[in-house]
């Protein structure tokens, strides 16, 4: 469970140095974000000034956190590696895959045997590869970090977008795919595009009703969906001093809903305060040694419009509490003009059910704060009017809270406690609906209000508020009850008005737990069985994929010419097949069926070249692999945009496709395609887009001079015995192209850790 103190010290040690250069090279004074990414820069990387938001950096991550979801993938590629251990300390967490129907205990229970096949591969490869195991129940992966793991001035990269809630702890924390974790694990830099910087100073201090959510819940409204995408938002200003190390991280957490890459705060009292009181005070103490480097200069908080791309500022004493939605979390509503945009947009008044909790706002000043709300209910007998569930996101918070007699005050008030995982904010919620085609309402504490987000019924409302706000709206069961000026009237016709929330930030007796549900790994793990059932449909051992042939490819066939958006979704559906992400085989029989087929304008119908019949992509597909023969696969702009979902590119590498040609490629994608061994081309003119025929065979010439900056050939032997010969593009660096010559840039990882024993 331990952090690694001398993993921190040493950061610590060479952190001002490291800054010093930076400041050398930029020529200037630095926000707290350059100084963290220039301390992080990979090994024998030159310390030079960044173009924000175009070049492309290596850094040397110090953590690596994984959700049980997507570790799967990750821990199966990361096998592949040859290594002993990890090169970096990671940990597992088990939490999204406990639904949510009955309460903690019985929810848990059932997941236990539901997911077993999924927890005993996690928990043995976690062992055998010193990786620290989070039971399931232990709680939410974010939540756990700040507890245990966040510390300031580190980075972190985790396989969940809301890894960035650690920036709470003033951690650089960013949310990557399986395939990223599993080269930072391997012993790799990891990449990434230099940020573009958003400076938030926030002034004055909350009072009353509002609380830390409401800052976000401001600024998405601000910046929204996408106002955030490619930048790091810093917050400072002696408002963001003021704010609770927790409430810094429910901020962090949400900066995900704008697209940012991730948000931060610079070290202060609080965060040593949140530190000592989780055990951690080595760290605060060698934080607050170095404390000048872990805030930005001076002269960059004094004059932020020099120093970030944007400058955003909100007076926290004028800020009210705010209600986001419906369908999007930027839609942001004072709660002043929240009733009345109920009414005037038709929303379902009603509010069924409040859900408060998740890895975005669980923590002990929120629980107090919401059960000094629920208290006042019970005390003027009043009994709350809507469902009402509460998430704690560890065990630590739950016990602590149950100890101090919260989550008592919460069932009293009608409340049902559920397991210390994600739940209801990932769609693991059997919701009670009678009806679920009726419009209705619910508020939640979490982070995403997307459609179906939460119970998969389109016909939901949900909204975004902080815990006190939901707790208040579902005791009086409506969305338009303003807790700050309206009153209750109980069952005898006694009025009363709630109070403001109180809260505590940190217990007064400390945090306390039983059993956190922490397995450590073994010291050695090389005797340790990973466990995998060979008939499972779940997971599967991955086999290293084949090395280059050594020649031109001759004689491929054309799989697909997809037409317009073609996104990672299309290429590799979520929803159901999300259970499957374990196991490539099965998984792979989703490739490309959301693609639009150019020559028929159908979606998962292709022309089979073996027999001239239409069948499924993945069906074609699997027909010519069986027949020894390779395809290619013809996209249009963009191609592989949205997650950085690795199954995109693995799919198609297992079943046989050789390259995708397109107009151009969302670069995560490209890349994950070159780590796989796959040819990822593009059009050098985008017009031989239209020379590509339905029944075309491929050959790709070019390849045994294979070169950075050499155009490859293409030549498409068309039906009628004609054939257009094309030049395509290729961003392959020497280093990429030894990946595909070897097939994989794990088979390479393989070779070199093997030569270097
Ligand atoms: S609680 Fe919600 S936002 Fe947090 S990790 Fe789980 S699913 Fe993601």
Redesign the pocket.
């Known amino acids: 469970m331990a952090f690694d103190i001398d993993m921190i010290k040493k950061l610590y040690s060479n952190f001002g140095a490291r800054i010093d250069a930076a400041r050398t090279a930029t020529g200037k004074s630095l926000t707290l974000t350059e100084k963290i990414l220039y301390a992080h820069l990979w090994q024998g990387a030159a310390t030079t000034a960044f173009e924000r938001g175009k070049d492309y950096v290596e850094f040397a991550p110090d953590r690596v956190a994984m959700?049980d979801a997507t570790a799967q993938m990750a821990l199966l590629q990361f096998m592949q590696a040859g290594r002993t251990k990890v090169a970096v300390p990671s940990t597992v967490h088990c939490?999204?895959l406990i639904q949510a129907e009955v309460g903690a205990v019985e929810d848990l229970s059932k997941a236990k045997t539901q997911n077993k096949e999924v927890y005993d591969f996690l928990a043995s490869v976690s062992n055998k590869y010193g990786i620290g195991f989070w039971k399931p129940g232990a709680g939410?992966?974010?939540q756990v970090v700040l507890e245990q793991y966040a510390f300031p001035g580190g980075m972190m990269i985790g396989t969940?977008?809301?890894t960035v809630?650690a920036g709470g702890l003033g951690i650089i924390a960013i949310g990557v795919g399986g395939a990223d974790a599993c080269d930072v694990m391997a012993g790799l830099p990891w990449e990434l595009k230099f940020p573009k910087l958003i400076g938030v100073k926030l002034t004055g201090k909350l009072s009353g009703w509002t609380a830390s959510k409401d800052i976000i819940l401001k600024v998405a409204g601000i910046l929204t969906v996408k106002g955030g995408t490619g930048a790091i938002l810093e917050y400072f200003g002696d408002g963001a001093k003021s704010l609770s190390c927790t409430g810094k991280g429910t901020i962090c957490?949400m900066g995900?809903e704008i697209g940012a890459t991730t948000s931060i705060f610079g070290y202060d009292a609080k965060m040593g305060e949140y530190l000592r009181g989780t055990g951690r005070a080595e760290i605060a103490d060698g934080a607050d040694a170095i404390a000048a480097h872990l805030t930005g200069d001076d002269e960059v908080y004094a004059n932020p419009e020099a120093y970030f791309d944007q400058v955003i500022e909100i007076n926290l004493t004028e800020l009210e509490p705010h209600i986001n939605g419906p369908f999007t979390p930027d839609l942001a509503w004072p709660i002043s003009k929240f009733a009345d945009a109920v009414k005037v947009n038709g929303w379902p008044d009603k509010m069924e059910v409040g859900l408060i909790g998740?890895?975005?706002n669980s923590s002990y000043e929120d629980i107090t704060r919401a059960a000094s709300i629920a208290k006042q209910a019970t005390d003027n007998n009043f009994k709350a009017k809507a469902e009402f569930t509460i998430?704690p996101?560890s065990e630590q918070v739950r016990y602590t809270v149950e100890r101090d007699g919260y989550l008592d005050t919460f069932e009293k008030m009608g409340g049902v406690v559920l397991a210390n995982?994600?739940?209801p904010?990932?769609g693991q919620w059997a919701r009670h609906s009678t009806d679920p085609n009726r419009k209705n309402s619910i508020v939640t504490s979490?982070?995403?209000n997307f459609s179906k987000r939460n119970d998969g019924n389109p016909n939901t409302h949900a909204f975004v508020a902080s815990p006190e706000i939901t707790t208040a709206l579902a005791i009086a069961g409506s969305l338009s009850f303003n807790p700050l000026t309206d009153y209750l009237t109980n069952d005898k016709g006694e009025k009363f008005k709630l109070e403001e929330p109180l809260g505590i930030e940190m217990p007064v007796k400390g945090f306390a737990v039983e059993d956190a549900g922490f397995q450590a790994p073994a010291e050695d793990g090389s005797k340790v069985e990973v466990l995998v059932s060979p008939t499972s449909d779940r997971l599967q051992i991955l086999q290293p994929f084949a090395a280059w042939e050594g020649t031109d490819l001759k004689g491929l066939k054309l799989l697909i010419k997809a037409k317009g958006k073609c996104t990672t979704d299309h290429i590799s559906m979520a929803g159901p097949w999300l259970k499957f992400r374990g196991h490539l085989d099965n998984i792979s029989n989703n490739m490309l069926i959301g693609a639009l087929n150019f020559f028929n304008e159908k979606t998962d119908t292709v022309k089979n070249q073996l027999t001239g019949e239409y069948g499924t992509v993945p069906g074609t597909q699997r027909a010519y692999k069986a027949a020894g023969i390779g395809s290619v696969v013809v996209g249009d702009e963009n191609y592989g945009e949205g997650s950085s979902r690795e199954h995109a590119a693995m799919e198609p590498r297992f079943l046989g496709v050789r390259a995708v040609l397109v107009k151009s490629f969302a670069r995560i994608h490209e890349t994950n395609l070159k780590k796989q061994g796959m040819l990822g081309l593009t059009f050098a003119d985008k017009e031989d887009y239209n020379k590509i025929q339905e029944d075309d065979k491929i050959d790709i010439i070019g390849l045994t001079s294979f070169a950075p900056g050499n155009q490859l050939q293409m030549v498409f032997n068309h039906a009628d015995g004609t054939a257009d010969t094309i030049n395509v593009n290729h961003t392959y660096n020497e280093q990429q192209i030894e990946w595909f010559k070897a097939g994989a840039a794990l088979n390479i990882i393989r070779r070199e850790f093997e030569a270097s024993k």
């Open positions: 959700q939490d999204h939410i992966i974010h969940d977008s809301h809630n957490n995900a998740s890895c975005t998430t996101g995982a994600c739940g904010c990932i979490y982070n995403r």
